[in-house]
């Protein structure tokens, strides 16, 4: 249900451990996969609501309706950037529906504090998810 995003338009500057060369990307890339499985479903709906809004998941929700109204039944994986990642993936936990996470998508943590790594923001997207998955 979680997607990795290992680095995207990051850099160094903004991350020591945003894995840049191939040799980064190689030795990064089996740790993630090691944390999540790797996601079935193709092709998938990608609702991404990258830019600050007061209300992401409203957004969201929109947008999923509108899916809906029109019958696409395909899967669904909702992601957000920066201020709207952590909601996100916790609202895709709500509606059991798949996301993704990595550097590309924020640098920190839900509660706004820097992260070592990917494996870090893995590992916490997977604990938001399952919290805010129903019982």
């Not at 680095?7 to 020591?16: F, I, M, Q, T």
């Not at 998508?105 to 129903?134: F, H, K, Y």
């Amino acid at each position: 249900m979680v997607k990795a995003c290992l680095n995207g338009r990051r850099s160094k500057a903004e991350h020591p451990a945003v894995p840049v060369t191939p040799a980064e990307l190689a030795a990064e890339a089996p740790r993630a996969a090691s944390l999540i499985h790797p996601a079935r479903g193709w092709p998938r709906v990608l609702v991404e609501i990258v830019r600050a809004a007061p209300d992401a998941t409203a957004d969201a929700d929109r947008i999923l309706c509108q899916l809906d109204a029109s019958r696409v039944n395909a899967p669904r994986l909702l992601h957000g950037e920066g201020q709207t990642c952590w909601p996100l993936i916790r609202h895709a936990g709500r509606l059991a529906l798949a996301t993704r996470i990595g550097l590309e998508d924020t640098l920190t943590g839900p509660d706004g504090s820097p992260v070592s790594g990917n494996a870090e923001l893995i590992q916490l997207a997977l604990a938001a998810w399952a919290a805010a998955a129903p019982r």
